[in-house]
């Protein structure tokens, strides 16, 4: 049987000759003949096609594709961020010159400086003064500024920077009289005023905002201020270095300059690609939810079940099931937080339920046979603590079996162990989880 997804053109012509000659109303198939070239072209045609579905279908995973605007199409989808050029970055000494007016005085943050006539701009607010010199953190990059019209209402709003220069570091984006944090990584903030930033296929530079996480109004303005840089560059040692500020004295580079980040290739965007599915980054699978809620220090034990309980691609539904610490209920700060994650991940298009768990208390009793060369209180207290340490870590919807806690006993040196209690052994339920309440050791 031919295998239809690696037909070459050999394959499809004798396919195609089969199956004319099998009527038996087609008898022009010699080599050089009309009736062959037409079978030909048909197969040429044909295999043609499926080399664009196949070169399509390939442009979908992450390891075939060879295109950059691929993976950054994908990249968009799943939430990884796209490596973006970045200007150099050193630190230039400063200091107020011997007739300037004042002593002392506050360098602004983005003021700008330029090296043989490359922009460069102060990284944050510094204060300098007279005979003192003062190393100054200092960028490359000039500082532009763009407005936007909000249009329309929600859920989403998105506004394109429309500069494959521009810089994804240092933004500065406010609506109105708010300031909202640019993040790349969109879950590393769940709270306040958050602009996504990403990447378009065009190397532009994409901001979406989310009606959860402040949300837009009709007519409002946006103001966006980036850095445009300049991929490679590095100031000479005898660059000529000034300021548009007659008060201020430069003297140099105190120290070398660091390069900056330049556009990915697409070989190093891939394995990049490839490698942020194990760090947990992004909500797509169980472990990035459970990690996601554990990441909450009010919570001890997580359990996530998709509602299809298949965890092997992105999932658009779950139920999780949480302990928090020192409980069972989901109660007070915690359920709030959790209730405006589920909002928030709702807003995405995933739903997500999240309950507490069902409390199962349980008794251990345990018989041994006396070690001569250890007292009862020391082997009492022995078996206790390590049975309790096994307990703490028990994941939800776990039991512990009676021949499990002869073997944690066992594994301590003990001999003639019998388990009392429990007196059999229960199959929990998804949102069970097991209490400790005591334990009884007793030594014959």
């Not at 070169?55 to 961020?81: I, K």
């Amino acid at each position: 049987m031919l295998d239809k997804t690696k037909l070459g053109f050999e394959e499809i012509t004798q396919e195609l000759l089969q199956k004319v000659l099998s009527r038996g109303v087609w008898k022009d198939s010699n080599l050089s003949s009309t009736g062959r070239m037409i079978i030909e072209l048909y197969a040429y045609v044909a295999q043609l096609l499926l080399y664009y579905i196949k070169r399509a279908a390939e442009e979908q995973f992450v390891d075939t594709a060879r295109f950059w605007s691929s993976l950054v199409r994908m990249a968009y989808v799943l939430g990884v961020p796209v490596v973006r050029p970045r200007g150099c970055f050193g630190r230039l000494r400063m200091r107020l010159r011997s007739d300037a007016s004042v002593n002392q005085k506050t360098v602004a943050r983005f003021t700008r400086v330029v090296c043989d006539e490359v922009p460069f701009y102060v990284d944050r607010d510094v204060v300098i003064y007279k005979n003192e010199w003062v190393d100054v953190l200092v960028k490359q990059g000039l500082r532009r500024s763009v407005e936007f019209t909000v249009q329309g209402s929600g859920p989403v709003w998105q506004f394109k920077i429309t500069d494959s220069t521009a810089s994804d570091e240092d933004l500065v984006v406010k609506v109105g009289d708010v300031y909202f944090s640019p993040v790349t990584d969109f879950f590393e903030l769940l709270n306040g005023e958050v602009v996504r930033v990403t990447t378009g296929v065009d190397k532009s530079l994409v901001l979406t905002f989310y009606e959860a996480f402040g949300g837009l109004l009709p007519g409002q303005k946006v103001k966006v201020e980036y850095s445009s840089v300049v991929e490679g560059y590095l100031p000479p040692v005898d660059g000529v270095w000034s300021i548009d500020d007659e008060d201020v004295e430069l003297g140099g580079v105190s120290e070398s300059f660091v390069s900056g980040g330049k556009w990915e290739d697409i070989e190093r965007f891939r394995s990049r690609f490839i490698n942020y599915f194990g760090t947990g980054k992004r909500i797509v699978t169980k472990e990035d939810l459970e990690k996601m809620l554990l990441s909450m220090p009010e919570v001890e034990k997580v359990k996530v079940w998709d509602v299809k309980d298949e965890f092997k691609g992105p999932f658009r539904g779950a139920i999780a099931y949480v302990k928090p610490v020192g409980g069972f209920e989901l109660v007070g700060g915690l359920r709030r937080k959790i209730d405006d994650l589920v909002s928030k991940l709702r807003v995405l298009g995933m739903k997500v339920d999240v309950f507490g768990v069902q409390r199962v208390d349980v008794d251990v009793y345990v018989k041994v046979s006396r070690k001569l060369s250890v007292t009862v209180e020391d082997m009492v207290r022995e078996i206790v603590e390590k049975l309790r340490e096994v307990y703490s870590s028990v994941e939800i919807g776990q039991w512990i079996t009676r021949f499990e806690i002869a073997e944690v006993v066992r594994s301590l040196g003990y001999r003639g162990v019998k388990v009392v209690l429990p007196d059999r052994d229960l199959e929990l339920r998804d949102n069970q989880c097991v209490s400790l309440r005591e334990v009884r050791v007793q030594v014959e």
